[in-house]
């Protein structure tokens, strides 16, 4: 098995040899890529410009009554034969110009550079990401293509009562099911999965993927997790459930929280909404009492668990912890593992983490809104080592915290 300093000093070799010169070959590409985004940002900047002095003449014209921009709404008026005509249709020519320069021009260079910016990236991991995953051992990238999502709606309800459908041959790697027995999500009806990767590391086979898991319904989208979940056998025997957690962050534990806020916008929405007094109160009355049954529900269906005291004060301060068993769970919570948690909290930047212990497995998510796992990025140069240096930590972040449960097992701690 390789040492951390040995791996790093093939990587950094194996970075000078094969990498540099392919990502140098493609900076080529990376600059007319870059060049076209600029290109389309000044064109739509430009159109924005037009736009705004195009409103802003129209209108100090009509103040003003006596310039080019006078001259033509009297002709329109002369040739309608209808004032309420010609001012309609240059309201609406005043609307349409307005909402093309503030909405229009905004959203089409968003998703224009987004497309490009993927279609970059996917390209650069193609044809680079094999050479560099060589250097970690057997372990390959699984690309995710988008799901597909059906909703079904009861009428005259906000419930959703619908199945997520996946895209054909992209089951996720990671299965829903897996989430719902870590105990460390809530409910959601919508998943999109990002880069995953599969492999075996020192003899323990791990699985990690880049998610997003959202409740959506017609009163809006409830954010879930996004970021990257690592799932990995343990070799310690587990038969109770642990969770640590971030302090503030929602688990199957206190997931009543969400119904709360489902409840909550649904009587808020009907408030608000164009119907009598009375109707507004029997829908109040009848959304609230479904989400109460349903949070009693939730809440008696949650596993009961006692919280730990851990001496660590710096992870205390900021996590949580909670054992069905006390005893099985400080003997899965040693300090050497909540060091190398920390450390994984710390190489993704996340502000939010959260682990669970689960029928002999080890599920962790870290919380974090960064896209991981890129190798470059279309508006800086390839030949700057930072995003690959990124990569590398990531990687080798997870891959210390697979290799502590085999080194634990080699010492029989």
């Avoid at 250097?135 to 597909?148: A, N, R, S």
Wanted: hydrophobic share 40%; net charge neutral; proline share 1%.
């Amino acid at each position: 098995m390789k040492s951390y300093i040995e791996r790093t000093l093939e990587f950094h070799e194996l970075y000078k040899t094969e990498i540099l010169p392919a990502f140098r070959a493609y900076e080529v590409y990376r600059k007319n890529a870059e060049s076209r985004l600029k290109s389309f940002k000044y064109g739509m900047l430009a159109v924005c410009i037009f736009c705004t002095f195009l409103v802003i003449a129209i209108l100090a014209g009509l103040l003003e009554g006596n310039n080019f921009i006078t001259r033509i709404f009297e002709q329109l008026l002369y040739a309608s034969n209808d004032n309420f005509a010609g001012i309609f249709i240059l309201t609406l020519v005043i609307i349409g110009t307005a909402v093309i320069s503030a909405l229009w021009v905004p959203t089409a260079y968003y998703y224009y550079a987004k497309k490009q910016r993927k279609a970059f990236s996917l390209t650069l991991k193609h044809d680079c990401l094999d050479k560099i995953l060589k250097v970690f051992g057997d372990i390959k990238w699984v690309q995710q293509t988008p799901l597909e999502f059906s909703y079904n709606y009861a009428e005259n309800s906000d419930a959703f009562s619908g199945d997520i459908n996946y895209a054909e041959n992209n089951t996720p790697l990671i299965s829903d099911e897996d989430l719902e027995k870590s105990g460390l999500f809530t409910f959601y009806n919508y998943r999109a999965d990002d880069d995953s990767f599969e492999g075996t590391y020192n003899g323990v086979t791990f699985k990690i993927t880049e998610t997003d898991l959202q409740h959506r319904s017609r009163n809006g989208a409830i954010d879930v997790f996004k970021g990257v979940i690592i799932s990995f056998n343990s070799n310690k025997k587990i038969t109770n459930r642990t969770i640590i957690s971030t302090k503030g962050d929602i688990t199957k534990q206190n997931e009543w929280i969400i119904h709360l806020l489902i409840l909550l916008t649904a009587c808020l929405k009907t408030i608000t909404a164009d119907i009598s007094f009375w109707s507004k109160a029997f829908f109040i009355i009848v959304f609230g009492g479904i989400y109460l049954l349903l949070i009693k529900k939730s809440r008696e269906n949650t596993e009961k668990f006692d919280e730990m005291k851990l001496e660590d004060s710096r992870f205390s301060r900021k996590f949580n912890a909670f054992s069905s068993d006390q005893v099985e769970g400080r003997y899965l919570l040693t300090t050497a593992f909540i060091e190398r948690f920390q450390n994984l909290n710390t190489a993704f930047g996340a502000k939010r983490a959260k682990c669970s212990f689960f029928k002999n497995n080890i599920m962790i998510a870290i919380q974090t809104k960064k896209n991981l796992f890129e190798l470059g990025s279309l508006d800086k140069t390839l030949e700057d080592p930072d995003s690959i240096n990124d990569f590398y930590n990531e990687i080798s972040s997870i891959l210390k915290m697979v290799d502590y449960f085999k080194l634990d097992e080699k010492t029989g701690l």
